[in-house]
């Protein structure tokens, strides 16, 4: 982790929350965050899965903690703010990525499952800013990095809650955009079909035939997506707020 050593790294002197990093997307860019210079709080409600994420940072030479949260819960979501904000003594960074969902048709969701959903996957998107733009602000500001999906722009039969909760983010993006800039940058990311833990028990076939769907020929990693968020995070997006930026592989270049 040469670059936070040197203090080179694209985001480097700049303190960072990820949520749902303990496995995925999430643990992806919480890695890559440390390692292009920023301090990174690990949050997740899988302990053990949060602990060894933060354990590589440190253990490459950064500076991480995790933090246990329920996102989807306000008191949680506040107080993962001011203990980042205490540990880092600032905050640059929002991602915002934690997901929870069962997919059924409406028919067949139970309201629970609908609720939790939206909770985990939006509600958390408006409670990050609810407490975590007045501490952005404090240093100058800084950017939310909202995980939508390429369900945010076409529907998938049986993702009710799901497809739901990315398309809201969206506009919850814009919004937030324009209620917070020029201080806060607030950026949407648009993954295609990443292999995260989410596809186990998919089979190899079934692998195969999603590659075959896009353009790239294979299925993307959450490296390809923490890629994306460093972009945004960094400097190099200052003119960039309340827009969307996809990485699928060309999944939506397709039109049947």
């Not at 190899?204 to 959450?222: D, H, I, N, S």
């Amino acid at each position: 982790m040469s670059n936070t050593a040197k203090g080179t790294g694209r985001v480097a002197g700049k303190a960072a929350i990820v949520t749902g990093a303990a496995s995925g997307i999430g643990e992806a860019t919480a890695l890559l965050l440390a390692r292009e210079g920023a301090k990174v709080a690990v949050v997740d409600v899988d302990a053990v899965g949060g602990e060894r994420v933060a354990a590589r940072i440190r253990k490459a030479g950064g500076e991480a903690l995790f933090i246990r949260a329920d996102v989807g819960k306000a008191a949680q979501v506040k107080g993962m703010i001011g203990r980042a904000a205490k540990a880092f003594g600032r905050l640059d960074i929002i991602h915002n990525n934690a997901i929870w969902f069962r997919n059924a048709k409406a028919t067949e969701l139970d309201e629970a499952d609908w609720d939790r959903t939206l909770d985990v996957g939006l509600k958390s998107i408006y409670l990050a800013a609810k407490y975590g733009v007045p501490v952005l602000n404090e240093t100058g500001g800084g950017t939310l990095i909202n995980t939508a999906s390429v369900h945010s722009l076409v529907g998938f039969a049986g993702h009710t809650a799901y497809d739901s909760v990315k398309a809201g983010i969206l506009g919850l993006t814009r919004v937030l955009a324009l209620d917070f800039g020029p201080e806060v940058r607030v950026n949407a990311v648009l993954p295609g079909a990443i292999l995260t833990p989410l596809w186990k028990g998919v089979t190899q076939k079934a692998k195969r035939r999603f590659a075959e769907m896009v353009p790239a020929k294979r299925l993307g990693t959450p490296e390809d997506i923490a890629w994306a968020v460093l972009y945004l995070a960094s400097d190099e997006a200052s003119f960039v707020t309340g827009t969307t930026l996809v990485v699928d592989g060309g999944l939506l270049a397709r039109t049947m």
